[in-house]
């Protein structure tokens, strides 16, 4: 007999069949942002709040919780048991009118006149009505179906589940009900005194009362909490009444069952509760104005609704101080959100997760997170790989692929990707190939695409590079700041992993230059300051060259605009704009230094500036260099293209 099988919904936690989750996607926006002048506390803290490709964030599921909460608001409305007590009234009244119609006697002519006379409002009518002698028995039944209503309902606010089971109520159920609400009283009295056997004594009244609590408490505490958040529910709607339904709700209460006494030990189990738990919202209020009554036992429904979208909402916002996304009640959040929700909540949540626990966010001396060398490494790889597309798009080379032109053995491997031309590396290619069928079993291939690694190479030209950015307000302004931070990213990886003989330095320059390691760099953040100092920058450039005179020299300088600031022999910073003549003249006199140091000096040009044109021009002339003029872009491909052409030519 073939084996069945049955497929159900998945309720073991993560769908094991959900994609993993993609950190690569997560740190590029973080590292995006973090490039834009954000820390990556904010960083982080944004990439949840809007979520990824795959996953909706915090503030989208907010955005759907509080749309849930107004059309809830917009369809219902609180005074459903006032409107069903008057036309359950109405009903009982016509047919005693009826009966006494028929009815000559002087005895039925006053009892019109008694109904006649009743109070205009419902809880009047009620009341009133309460000593009457009914002459329908149909008008007395229906007038008895309004307190039983009355009773289902007051408990239904308190008791979860307790309206299925009072759907018939004898006399005998209504004196069970006033005894548990006794006993439940003193339960709550004896646990405000701090009495020491209180446990012995909750399970003595679950014992008797157990059938009225379904959700099955396990101690004094748990039941104070589903008690005390179904009350506070409670008293929240009667606090987003009027004050004429809340005045005639409150004495309809009183005609639970025909017994005053329920209602009164239902208000004092109130008072207890807020006393035990005044944390819960016991003031709140909402407005509801749509057109669907509901009932007092549906009203508290769904005020503890609203009061858990509220909360949810807290919790997503993430705005208190030690928020956490573990915080978030999963649970709720599939009931108001459906399980879609929880599946994007838990995805951010390893994602945060595993941020941290693969050390791609560190915590800073000072307590700040701060961006770890391996996340610098990472954006750097992907920097560098959509440099490598533009490279291949356009000119269809593959430098990059090789870890050197010459091909030099380094001593280290790697696993082999697609496109690599390296030789193999036989010893771990086999070693790969045993530990894995070892772990495989013998079943599996002698070899596999997986196991193959491929020796490392790289240039034997040594060379030493430069790279000079402009960090001038503009840069900011016309939206060259990220793509110039992604240039030095992908160079600074390209060098760090084909290239590593080679000595790269990084120099920013505004009214001032200064040498940055790469996550430096990263973090900067622009600044309002007048000057371009290509002056200093090639003066820090060309002590750089000095320290590699066995080195290939390589400035490679990113700017939008002509110099207007230059250094003078005491270290302060002169600007001017229009730029001075001493000025260009002292920037041209390190142009010629570098070139007499044989440097390949090469000058990206962003913008249209004529005056920036005309003076890179002029450097070109006296440095022997190049002028390219990519877009933004395209300034990572030309940076890198133009690193690699210099390496060939070497």
Known sequence: MSPRYRYSAWHGGPDPLQPPVDLREALDQIGRDVMEGASPRSALEELLRTGTRDSAGLDELTRRLWQRRSEMQRRHRLDGTISEVRRMLDRALEQERLALSADTSEDARFRELQLSALPPDVAGQVNELSEYDWRSPEAREAFEEIRQMLGTEVLEQRFEGMKEAMQQVSPDDVERVREMLDDLSNLLAAHARGEEDIQSTFDEFMGRHGEFFPENPRDVDELIDALAARSAAAQRMLNSMSEQQRDELMALSQQAFGDPRIAQALQQLDRQLQGLRPGEDWNGRARFRGDQPMGMAEATAAMAELGEMDRL??????????????????????????????????????????????????????????????????????????????????????????????????????????????????????????????????????????????????????????????????????????????????????????????????????????????????????????????????????????????????????????????????????????????????????????????????????????????????????????????????????????????????
């Open 313 to 650: 909402a807290e919790q997503l916002g993430q705005s208190y101080p030690g928020a956490s996304l573990e915080d978030i009640d999963l649970e709720a959040l599939q009931r108001q959100l459906g399980p879609q929700a929880v599946v994007d909540a838990q995805r951010l949540s390893d994602i945060e997760r595993q941020l941290r626990d693969q050390g791609l966010l560190q915590r800073a001396p000072d307590g700040s997170l701060r961006l770890s060398p391996r996340a610098m490494r990472r954006l750097g790889e992907n920097a560098l790989q959509a440099v490598v597309s533009q490279l291949r798009t356009r000119r269809g080379e593959r430098d990059t692929d090789r870890a050197g032109a010459a091909g030099e053995l380094t001593g280290t491997t790697r696993p082999r990707t697609y496109g690599d031309a390296e030789p193999w590396d036989a010893v771990r290619t086999v070693r790969n190939a045993v530990l894995r069928r070892a772990a495989e079993g013998e079943n599996s291939p002698m070899l596999d695409i997986s196991d193959l690694e491929v020796s490392e190479t790289e240039q034997r030209s040594r060379s030493a590079v430069v790279l000079c950015v402009d960090t001038s307000w503009s840069m900011v302004q016309d939206g060259r700041w990220v793509p110039m931070k992604r240039t030095a990213l992908a160079l600074h990886h390209l060098v760090a992993t084909r290239f590593r003989s080679d000595a790269l330095q990084l120099v920013t320059f505004g009214r001032y230059a200064s040498t940055v390691d790469v996550g430096e760099l990263a973090a900067l953040e622009g600044v309002w300051e007048q000057g371009t100092n290509l002056h200093h920058a090639l003066l820090l450039a060309g002590r750089h060259l000095r320290r590699h005179p066995g080195a290939q020299p390589v400035v490679l300088v990113i700017t939008d605009g002509e110099p207007t600031a230059h250094l003078e022999p005491d270290g302060e910073a002169v600007f001017q704009y229009p730029p001075s003549p001493h000025t260009l003249s002292v920037t041209l006199s390190e142009v010629d230094a570098l070139q007499r140091l044989g440097t390949t000096l090469s000058v990206f040009m962003l913008g249209e500036d004529p005056s920036l044109a005309a003076f890179v021009d002029v450097v070109a002339k006296r440095g022997g260099g190049r002028v390219l003029a990519p877009d933004a872009d395209g300034l990572g491909a030309a940076v890198v293209g133009d690193y690699l052409r210099t390496k060939r030519r070497r």
